[in-house]
Nanobody
Framework: QVQLVESGGGLVQAGGSLRLSCAAS????????MGWYRQAPGKQRELVAV???????NYADSVKGRFTISRDNAKNTVYLQMNNVKAEDTGVYFCWCGIPPSDAWGQGTLVTVSS
């Protein structure tokens, strides 16, 4: 069983920066990948960025060049550095962890970008 705990959400001005963190804890699991999803008001949840254990990183086109995902494998932690944020980045950000044959989700942290 694995539990994901997120932090770092809040209010930020357009053009500013924010860093989200997510730590996985528990026992009896092996992490294959970690990433971030978000859900804007009135929209479906979408992938923001994901990083596999093999080193493959994928970003949504809308965040390329602005967001950076990174992992500290020793701490089972994933980060999302959000730079030059836009109003369209507003939403609830969810940490995701692939733990074959299943996966896990964080509780979500709200990011609000003021314009």
């Amino acid at each position: 069983q694995v539990q994901l705990v997120e932090s770092g959400g809040g209010l930020v001005q357009a053009g500013g920066s924010l860093r989200l963190s997510c730590a996985a804890s528990g026992s009896g699991f092996i992490i294959a990948a970690m990433g971030w999803y978000r859900q804007a008001p009135g929209k479906q949840r979408e992938l923001v960025a994901v990083a596999s254990n093999g080193g493959t990183i994928n970003y949504a086109d809308s965040v390329k060049g602005r967001f950076t995902i990174s992992r500290d494998n020793a701490k089972n932690t994933v980060y999302l550095q959000m730079n030059n944020v836009k109003a369209e980045d507003t939403g609830v950000y969810f940490c995701w962890c692939g733990i074959p044959p299943s996966d896990a989700w964080g509780q979500g942290t709200l990011v609000t970008v003021s314009s």
